[in-house]
């Protein structure tokens, strides 16, 4: 019923941006938590940052002055901008909504960041 496309996603060098976004489709709602979450090698998937239907953010203590989390309802997008990039950073990162109407959740199919000098 709903779908998630990320984008965006590349390799760079250690100190350089990315942004990546995520476009929805099907039925949704403006309601829902959206958020970014990445998951290294070796590692479990851990959230980057969530932004709420009233554009609250919060963010990883890794990421944050670092990464901004953003969403246009109008067009059902939600981004990640991505600065000061580390080798750390370096993950598949998957697009989430959460529908807290019936406690489910809705992700895409996840696009590598690769942060190497």
């Not at 851990?46 to 239907?53: F, G, H, L, M, N």
């Not at 609250?56 to 969403?71: E, L, P, Q």
């Not at 939600?78 to 080798?87: N, W």
Request: with cysteine.
């Amino acid at each position: 019923q709903v779908q998630l496309e990320e984008s965006g996603g590349g390799l760079v060098q250690p100190g350089e941006s990315l942004r990546l976004s995520c476009a929805v489709s099907g039925r949704t709602s403006s309601s829902w938590t959206m958020g970014w979450f990445r998951q290294a090698p070796g590692k479990q998937r851990e959230s980057v940052a969530r932004i709420t239907s009233g554009h609250i953010t919060n963010y990883a203590d890794s990421v944050k002055g670092r990464f901004t989390i953003s969403r246009d309802n109008t067009k059902s997008t939600v981004d990640l901008q991505m600065d000061s990039l580390k080798p750390e950073d370096t993950a598949v990162y998957s697009c989430n909504v959460f529908d807290s109407g019936w406690s489910r959740d809705y992700w895409g199919q996840g696009t590598q960041v690769t942060v190497s000098s």
